[in-house]
Each structure stands twice: as C-alpha cells, then as structure tokens.
C-alpha cells in the first residue's frame, strides 16, 4: 500500500512557567492511501498535538525536539511558513472539534467554503462559490442555494459541523485529520456526520486521521488503531486486532471502561489514578503507576514495541519472552475468545 | 416482589415554556408526567433540545414552571413561594453540573466551595466542625484533606467533578440532579465518576436523576429510564425495558445509533431514521402498554405496541 505521510520518532516539547513539558515522547506511524487511522487516548496523552504538528500549528512555546514527517517523501518539519501555507488547507486539512468556535461567525459560510478554494487554486470568486455550493450539497446542508448567504449562527451544532467538513473537503485533501470532530455532538447527529465522512472519503480517496477517545466511534470509522499515552503510542494494530486481541494493559483498561449493552456488569472498570505529569516523565512505563499488571522492570526501563503480528505492535512488557502470563480482565477474555474464533490467526501472545 | 416502593418524586403535566405569549414562544417542556421512587436512579435521555435538562433545572425550581405539579416527599414543590421554604428544599434536593469548568467559582478555594451549603444552611457549629465536615466530604468522592486550600483551576476534569459532587453532598440531599455530569469528560474517567457515583447511592441511599445523552452509561447506571423529544416524554420503563424492548420509532432510532466497541457490530449497524408522524387529530398521551412500561402513543396504536413488545420479547427468547 502507498504511504501517504510518515511520522518517525517525533518528539515534541514545550516551554512552561513549570519548565519543559515533555509532550510527545517518540510516536512513530503511516498513514496509508485511502485509510483511516483512529488515534485513541485520554486528553493530555498528546493526540492533539502530534496531529497539529502535522499542520505545523503548534503554539509559540511549542519545539520539534527531533523527528520526521514525511509527507509525499518532504519533510513537514524542515519546511518554511510560506512552503506550508500551500499545503496546510490543500493537501492537508483539518476539522476541529468545536464547530461553534473554528467557523468565523461574522462571515456567510459560502465564502467560508470556498476561501481556500479561491486562496489556493486561484479560482475566480464566482466559480469558488459555485464549487462551494455543489459541496455544500453534497454534505447536506438542506436549501444549500439559499443560504449560501447565510451566517454560522443561523446553523444548528450538526450543519455548522457540516459546513466545517466541507471547508476541509474543498481542496480535495490528500490527508483530512479530524480531531474529535463529533464529541460535541449528540449520537443521532454524530451517527449522520461519521456517515458523511465515510461516503466522502470513498469518493475521494482521502487519508484521515481521527482523533477520538471514543472507543463505539474508533470503532465505527477506523481502519487501523494508535493507542496514545502519555507521549507515546502504546498499540497500533487493526481495528479488529486492537478490539479483539489487544495487548497493552492500558487498552484493557479502555475496553473494561465502557459499559456494554448487555450490560450485566455491577461495576464498571475504571483505569485507577490520573494520566502522568509529563513535566517529569517517570522513569520507566509512563503506565507503571497505573497499571495493575506492571512488572518490575515497568517501573526502571521504557518497554519496546514487541511484534504482535506484522500489523500489530504494543509497547509492554507482558508481550517480553520471559514475562509471567497474567490473565487480563474478564471483558479482554470475552475479546480474545472472539478473536480466536472469527479471525483463526493464533490468538494472542500468550 | 418487594414492598410498594416509595414515590419521592413526583412530577404531574409539568410545562416549562419560555416567552409565553410572544411569537418566538418555546414549548421547553411540553406536558410531561413521571415519578421517581426512593432510592432508585431514573434516567432521561434525549438529543440537545430535547427538554432534558430544562425538566432536570424545573424540578429544582431553577425555574418556576409554566404549569403543572412537581411533588417532592409528598409537598407540592412548584408552588413554594417564601424563601425559606425553598431554601430548606433544596437542602434536600442538589445538582451536579455538566461543565465541570464552569461549574465551581475560580476565586474560590475548595474548601470554601464545598462548605458554601454548610454556612448557608448553618449546619456546623463552629470552624472545626466545618472543616472536619469538610475533610470527610473531600475523602468520600477521593480527593485528599490537604486539596481543600487549593483553587478548582489546579485540578484535572475529574477531579473538578469530584469537587462538584462534594459540594452537592455537603448539605446531606436526599435527591440529586445530576445534569450530564460525564459527558465533559475522558472514557476512563467517566467510569470512575459513575462508580463514584454509584457507591454514594449505596452508601447514603440517594436518588437520582440522571440525565444524559450517552446513552450507553446511562443504561449502565438507572433503574428506570425516560426518552425525551421535543419536550415530550415518548417511553418510559425500566432500564431493561427501554433498551431491550424499546418501541416508540423514536426510541428505536436513538438506540440504533449508539456507536459500540465493537468493529463488527459497527460494520453491520443499520441506523433507524425517526421521521415524526404527520399531524392527526388523534389524542396522544404516555399509556401503559405493559405494565409499568409506558409510551406515548394514541388509542388505537396501544395494541400495535403491544404486539411489537412481544414480537420483541419473543425474538429475545428464542436468541437464547
């Protein structure tokens, strides 16, 4: 498959009244053609801001420490703001979460849509409000002629999310990241808006990023899974090997978490403590604390990513040779049974 | 069977509307009736809009309703009028907040947070009481004694919760609101809220009521649960009731797009599109199609709801 952008031991930090703050900590991955790749994880794991790196739209007090990212064999990091100015919109685009904050409420969303149209392709203003219109359509704005005119205000939540997805949309990006862009959205809307991308994303060919810490939508939208925390990735694997054989105890404890629909469980499983403070990052697992299947060796050494399958890789050291075998919680068991009878690969590592 | 259940709560043909008698008139709570029993989590679900949590604001007269009766413990609760009266109820009845952010004064420290319904309510005799009160509170949802000199600003959003839900217990309720109390915050730390949640219950012997629009937790959580659209209650029943044998369209759409962990459930969902039927003149209502399992439908559409729990109810069995 064709490698659409390619991040290589990024590391990212930024200066604080605190001091440094150590916020990406070594995330690797590729995006492929046409693939959606969910990153996961809590707020403060540093999901947001690998994505906005990519868009080279970090805060001031934000250093690329060290890293690569490849897109179409360039490097993002390496480029100047004039170079990423022709990409960031074009080639690249994003949809932020909050559809009442990311649209400008003092301009009609018709030449909202088509502004980088217009800024980019170097279409006339007639034309890019034309294109406007037709995507506008295609995204389901009800009426679209009509209120071409019309200003976000006059939008409800899920339209404005809309018109969001279609600003992005309009230069036919090759890479879309969407960085939770249904969580402030109620479940009937947000079934409607997943929808939409995934049609679009067909019919375009796009590569998306999306960042969600709901696991029901990873698992609705994606292709292939990150596991974020604390700075680096956990697990990357398969929808189906991240959700039916994952191996990463912090991806257990985001499993247990959600309650199911059978709902037969008394208790919900909850990942006990809070995320690490990344001012000063522990020395060994940053999960160690947290973790009620740590090792000893969890708490002095950074676990490598041991090989799953050629898909699938988790940084733990449970998945080492000469580490015990531990029976994860009853719901990771109930995951893997079904892993081993529809997916017949043998199972898990142990 | 265990022994009739205490109604605490009690709620009779409330409507909350806004601008009344202006052209932009909005019909917030159209109408609805339900009760809550002692002890027990009641839940209400629906899309932003819904009326939800203008119901949850209404029953703790953070308005005063259009029509209607809202009874608590027996006294007609909407027609309090002197302020002590009030005062004392909401002694009884407290709310935790969606927005933990928003939610706790920024100039505050947390001890004084939490111990605002404490003086107000002057139920410690003196400083030491107070504060003795206080730790206890900050150690029940797990916080530490020494956080209470802090500011709400050096918490994370769970933690902020936690503070909410320490200041909503600090005056001994007997009810609480709990108006999204989850939905701000991360996958992990929702399970924590909600079990904290649900060892306060046991604990105490509080009631609920819990309103969300995620409604996978909140199905986790209540015994009996309520579907609101358009400021109508359009099902009532038991938790099980609703989601396994849901039959108003409504329901049915709402629960078909419920995204789940699940890659291949996902994969063959088909999502259920609620269209609201055209104007008739038939009567509408919330009846009881089984008992203690009510929705909103005409006369005649009882026993089509009827047959439809029971296709339901049998197509479950045989899946055994």
């Known amino acids: 498959m064709e490698k659409v952008l390619e991040v290589k031991d990024l590391r990212i930090s930024f200066d604080t009244f605190a001091g440094k703050v150590n916020a990406i900590r070594g995330v690797s991955f590729e995006l492929f053609k046409g693939e959606t790749l969910a990153i996961v994880g809590e707020s403060g794991s540093g999901k947001s801001v690998t994505t906005r790196s990519i868009m080279r739209l970090l805060s001031s007090n934000a250093t690329i420490d060290s890293g690569e990212i490849l897109f179409k064999g360039q490097d993002i990091v390496r480029k100047t703001e004039k170079q990423m100015q022709t990409i960031r919109g074009k080639e690249i685009a994003m949809i932020f979460q909050d559809p009442m904050t990311s649209l400008d409420p003092t301009m009609p969303i018709g030449k909202q849509v088509a502004e980088s149209l217009i800024k980019h392709n170097k279409v006339s203003k007639q034309e890019g409000l034309t294109q406007a219109l037709e995507l506008l359509k295609l995204v389901g704005i009800p009426n679209a002629e009509k209120r071409l005119k019309n200003y976000p205000h006059q939008f409800s939540g899920g339209q404005r999310q809309r018109i969001v997805i279609a600003i992005a949309l309009i230069c036919y990006p090759e890479v879309l990241i969407a960085d939770e862009p249904t969580t402030a959205l109620d479940v009937t809307i947000q079934a409607q808006i997943l929808e939409l991308l995934k049609d679009l994303q067909e019919k375009i060919s796009t590569s998306i990023i999306f960042i969600t810490h709901d696991l029901g939508v990873v698992a609705n939208v994606a292709d292939r899974v990150a596991v974020m925390y604390g700075g680096r990735l956990v697990e990357v694997g398969t929808a189906e090997e991240i959700f039916y054989n994952p191996q990463h105890p912090y991806t257990w404890g985001l499993l247990g978490s959600m309650p199911t629909m059978e709902g037969t469980e008394d208790k919900l499983y909850a990942i006990p403590g809070s995320p690490p403070d990344l001012l000063d990052p522990p020395k060994g697992d940053a999960f160690y604390p947290r973790n009620e299947y740590a090792l000893k060796i969890d708490a002095e050494q950074e676990p490598p990513y041991f090989e799953v399958s050629p898909t699938h890789k988790a940084a733990t050291w449970l998945l080492a040779p000469q580490a015990p075998k531990v029976t994860p919680p009853a719901e990771i068991v109930r995951r893997w049974a079904i892993y081993e009878q529809r997916y017949k690969k043998t199972g898990g590592a142990n | ?320």
């Open chain 2, 1 to 320: 069977m265990e022994a009739k259940k205490k109604v605490l709560l009690e709620v009779k043909g409330l409507k909350q509307y806004f601008n009344v008698g202006r052209k932009d008139e909005v019909k917030a709570v159209d109408d609805i009736s339900f009760h809550i029993y002692e002890g027990e989590t009641f839940g209400l679900v629906g899309e932003s809009g819904s009326g939800k949590s203008t119901t949850g604001r209404s029953v703790i007269r953070l308005y005063d309703p259009t029509a209607g009766e809202i009874i608590f413990d027996g006294k007609d609760i909407s027609k309090i009028r002197a302020k002590k009266d009030l005062q004392e109820f909401r002694r009884e009845v407290q709310m935790i907040f969606q927005d933990p952010y928003a939610s706790l004064n920024p100039r505050m420290k947390v001890n004084d947070i939490i111990a605002e319904g404490i003086d107000i309510n002057k139920l410690a005799n003196d400083e030491a009481q107070r504060t003795a009160k206080v730790n206890e509170l900050l150690q029940v949802v797990g916080l530490d004694p020494s956080h209470g000199t802090r500011y709400p600003h050096e918490f994370s959003g769970g933690q902020r919760q936690r503070i909410g839900i320490a200041r909503a217990l600090a005056v001994d309720p007997r009810f609480i609101i709990c108006d999204e109390p989850i939905s701000a915050l991360d996958v992990s730390i929702q399970a924590q809220v909600v079990n904290l949640l649900q060892d306060l219950q046991k604990n105490v012997g509080l009631t609920y009521l819990f309103i969300a629009h995620d409604l996978s937790m909140v199905k986790h959580i209540s015994d009996r649960i309520g579907v609101m659209h358009s400021g109508k209650l359009l099902e009532m029943g038991s938790s099980e009731d609703v989601y396994s044998f849901g039959v108003h369209p409504y329901t049915e759409s709402l629960l078909s797009a419920i995204p789940l962990p699940d890659p291949e459930y996902e994969r063959n969902r088909k999502r259920i599109i609620y269209q609201a039927p055209a104007a008739d003149n038939k009567e509408r209502k919330l009846r009881e199609i089984t008992p203690e399992h009510y929705v909103y439908c005409s006369e005649d559409e009882v026993m089509i709801y009827r047959q439809k729990i029971e296709a339901k109810k049998a197509a479950a069995q045989e899946s055994l």
